[in-house]
């Protein structure tokens, strides 16, 4: 199997969306395969990638006609199984062993199994989606959130097991929107989003629940979790003004600063029922959570040669097997069933000595 990549590290986004096909397009490209061999196209959003087993210039062709370009900077993969095996994984994610890789993955082979072009390549599909699978069931590598901005919304979420309410000051810019999509992930909270001039961000729209900037002392009544990341100079939650906010309704409260300079007075520590996390003590755990997580991404490096020999070993055995001898073949068997990488080294050894 073999395959061609367009993805982020050798084609700016301008480049990519060429290639962004959509479904009336898929379907097109799927069309001009049939009998050809089979193919996968995957589209996500940093790469589109074809897998397929024709001549790679008939590949290409077809590519670069569908897009209606001359040329790209396609990435070649002679031999694509360990390519994909490691996609699937997440090892070749921008977040390390994130899970929608794996999800799209899937959809894109169904979706070519429906079409009538997978032919050649369902054993290798199906044999990566259930290493992505057994690669995150084995390593947890999935679950060790490096971002503060996940760290952040997983904290929220800890602290109101329940369910609740979570107010974010400075969700406008790039690390606050990135706050309001991870809690977005946690449908029990209830999340209220300051807005100044710029509003809410778009991608966040419908998720939030907007209010002025200048009424977050009030909201103070309402919420249990309170989460600043904002780029003032000054001081967004000063300590005076917060314990007047809570006099009326105490309980407990979490604040999470995430800006710097800090936007909460750190005398907020000092109020009764407020925690306080400042953004150094999140930074020290995104620190510790990545070096968890390179940790298992060695493990699942090793989980998914493993995927890939029994992939290899079953490929080998239908297609030598049967050209040895029932003793020799019956030795082979068991070898299989140990060591899969070692039966592949014995077969192609054998199979030189014949040749």
Do not use: W
């Not at 084609?11 to 050809?36: D, M, T």
């Not at 193919?39 to 590519?63: D, G, K, S």
């Not at 906010?245 to 409260?253: F, V």
């Not at 082979?332 to 050894?349: C, E, H, I, K, T």
């Amino acid at each position: 199997m073999q395959c061609l990549s367009l993805n982020l590290s050798r084609a700016p986004a301008r480049e990519r969306s060429q290639f962004a096909f959509v479904s009336s397009q898929r379907a097109r490209l799927y069309h001009c395969f049939r009998g050809l061999g089979g193919c996968v196209l995957l589209v996500t959003c940093h790469r589109t990638e074809l897998y397929f087993n024709c001549a790679r210039q008939r590949a290409e062709e077809i590519l670069l006609r569908l897009a209606g370009v001359k040329s790209a900077a396609f990435e070649y993969f002679p031999a694509a199984e360990e390519h994909l095996f490691l996609l699937a994984a997440g090892l070749k994610s921008m977040l390390l062993g994130e899970d929608e890789i794996l999800g799209q993955i899937r959809d894109a082979y169904e979706e070519a199994r429906a079409a009538g072009v997978s032919a050649g390549l369902d054993e290798v599909f199906q044999s990566a989606i259930r290493c992505g699978k057994r690669v995150r069931a084995q390593t947890k590598i999935s679950e060790v959130a490096c971002s503060i901005a996940t760290l952040a919304a997983n904290e929220a979420a800890r602290f109101l097991p329940g369910g609740g309410n979570v107010m974010v000051v400075g969700g406008t810019g790039k690390f606050g929107s990135s706050v309001l999509k991870n809690l977005a992930a946690h449908a029990e909270l209830t999340v209220y989003a300051a807005e100044r001039s710029h509003g809410v961000p778009a991608s966040a729209a419908g998720e939030v629940i907007p209010f002025p900037y200048t009424a977050r002392y009030d909201l103070l009544e309402q919420v249990q979790v309170i989460i600043s990341a904002t780029a003032s100079p000054h001081t967004v939650f000063e300590a005076s003004r917060v314990a007047k906010s809570l006099s009326a309704s105490p309980g407990e409260r979490l604040f999470l600063d995430l800006a710097m300079p800090p936007d909460i007075d750190g005398a907020v520590r000092a109020l009764a029922g407020c925690t306080l996390i400042s953004i150094d003590e999140f930074s020290r755990q995104a620190k510790e959570n990545n070096q968890r997580k390179q940790q298992a991404a060695l493990f699942a490096r090793a989980v998914v040669d493993e995927c890939l020999f029994e992939l290899f070993a079953a490929q080998a055995s239908r297609r030598y097997l049967s050209a040895f001898g029932a003793p020799v073949a019956g030795e082979l068997a068991l070898l299989r069933s140990r060591d899969p990488r070692a039966f592949v080294a014995q077969v192609n050894g054998l199979i030189g000595e014949k040749t």
